[in-house]
């Protein structure tokens, strides 16, 4: 330890400043102790989990031309999140082989958009954003079209890969 | 007797409460407080007492509440049915918090339009803006704590518009859902902020406040013509008090009836109208939700869909921020001179227009024009009155009215949805081509049906909207839109 040479002989005035050094030292020590394990654990979320692959089910439930609402269980959930733990999806299935898999979230402000099959929108309930059934941006102020999930079919099943919530900077 | 003088005394002994608290009861206030106009400064103290309240009710419900998405609803029910007055004290939280906002948003008014924020309290008034802060944000986290569908998507909204900052959006969601999702760990977080750490800052700030309160005294009414001249200012003051009243008791009676009457209104408007929901269960899957905030949040709500979509970005996270800069401002920008009202005209307007705004907003966010009626297809059939008067090809048009869910924006005499024109009497605003145009291409806020309807459809719909216009008019013959844009209407069109 290094402190600035005492222009006093007293040994008193030296022990003072010895004793303010290793306050400020210990201090310094003690806050970083203390502190690193806190705010590591407050930013522990920004450590980002990976959405997974779940199966939404098998290909022939789609059936061609159509939109289906189906529930699944949030890949990346936990102990105690019940009903939260669920998640929706819109799954279109434009021919034999294009899907599309959309999120619910508007992509607005993320409030849940209705699948209206007449005719053929989809329409959000909270500041009237309406989608055409490819996604596409219909009228109303989303800023872009809905959300899609990534996915792939194998061996007759339909793979999606979420589990967070699509926000613009994060879609699908 | 005698014991209880020792006890007195050698609790006095102790605590020296003669030096300390007594002093403060006792400190003088300006005389006029003693005054009619003394009820102007009752609003403070309601809004404490109010936060009193809440902390009390507050720990009652934290008793029974599960903070757990898998648990926090049935926790609310049981406050609701089994726990002994769980309800009332629920009802009582929420209208509390309401009374809370209001008196808030009073006691700033009438701070604001005396002119008790200039010099020397200006710090007063930076810390109540933190106060107002804080209070406003309780509010929404304790929306969220009364776990339903509201509150799922009242967080979803959130997320959403706090996503949008530049650059650290998808930390700051992570941040706030606790993770990917809006789970367990979310509800964790909202119960941590609304019972521990909001609640402590709170707290902290209102000692401050009320400290600079203490010490830096409450301000006179003010008088027109006689302005705040910071070189002289305190020297009046100290004369002013010199000829005052002490706090306790004088002052304090009126807090009291007004506090006392607040507390009466709040228990009152709780057990009348009980505590607000549970509504629908937090289910992300039931997807029929139509989300809608606390009353205080309605104008933000409100806003959110008016904005023009170039500055809707700016306005969702820029506008609060602007807003509190403002209101942080306020003192240093007119920290002297007048403080009469009367004298004051911009404060006057700033006040109108501020209230104004946020009454306009907080209508539209209420009835919500801008939002479809999402049942309106299914469950609001086209009126007798019209229907009886078609021909078949028009009743086939009033048959695809409804199945394109054109109702779910259009009203037909007024019933339907908000977010387009009523088409009771659109016959004599359009005509045909114009019509054909309008669905087809869409425009305006309304989706093109290209895709979504067939030719056939097209023509029974505009046979069908041509004839809704009142008995006797004639339907409309010239284009309502510029002749150009009818070229590129498609030639499938009749």
Known sequence: ?172 | MKTIKQVWDWLEHRLELRDSIWPVMRHPVPAALAKPIGWMYVFGSMTLTLLMLQIVTGVCLAMIYQPTAADAYASLEYLNYEAPFGWLLRAIHYWSATGMVVMLMVHMTQVFLMGAFKYPRELTWLVGVGLLTTTLVLAFTGQVLRYDGDSYWGVSVAVSAAGRVPLAGPSIVHLILGGEYIGSETLSRFFTLHVFILPGLLIGLLVVHLYLVVKRGISEPPTPGEPVDKATYDEEYEKLLEKGIPFFPHALYRDGVACAMAVLIVVGLAVIFGPKGPGEIPDPTLIHAEPRPDWYFLPVFAMAALSPPSMETFLMLGLPVIGILALAAVPFVAGSGERSARRRPVAVLVVLVTFVTLMVLGWYGATSPWSPDMEAWSSTPVPDGIVEKLTPLELQGAVVFQNKCCRNCHALEGAGGKRGPDLTEVGIRMNPEAMVRQVVQGGGNMPAYAQQMNSAEVTALVAFLVKLRPAGIPPAAVPSAAAESLVAAPTDAP
Request: net charge negative; charged share 20%.
């Open chain 1, 1 to 172: 330890m290094t402190h600035s040479p005492s222009t006093s002989d007293s040994p008193d005035e030296e022990r003072r400043g010895l004793l303010q050094w290793s306050a400020i030292v210990l201090g310094a020590l003690a806050t970083a102790a203390a502190g690193v394990p806190i705010v590591g654990f407050l930013l522990g979320p920004l450590r980002k989990r990976e959405d997974q692959w779940t199966s939404a089910g098998k290909v022939e439930q789609f059936p061609i031309g159509q939109t289906r609402l189906i529930d699944l269980e949030n890949p990346l959930h936990s102990l105690g999140d019940g009903d939260a733990g669920k998640i929706a999806v819109y799954v279109r299935r434009a021919d034999e082989e294009k899907f599309q898999i959309f999120a619910i979230n508007c992509t607005h402000l993320g409030c849940p958009v209705n699948w209206l099959a007449d005719a053929g929108l989809f329409m959000c309930p909270c500041h009237g954003g309406v989608y055409y059934e490819d996604g596409s941006h219909a009228s109303g102020p989303p800023p872009r079209g809905l959300f899609q999930y990534e996915h792939r079919l194998e061996k007759g099943a339909l793979l999606v890969k979420l589990g967070h919530l699509p926000t613009l900077q994060q879609p699908g």
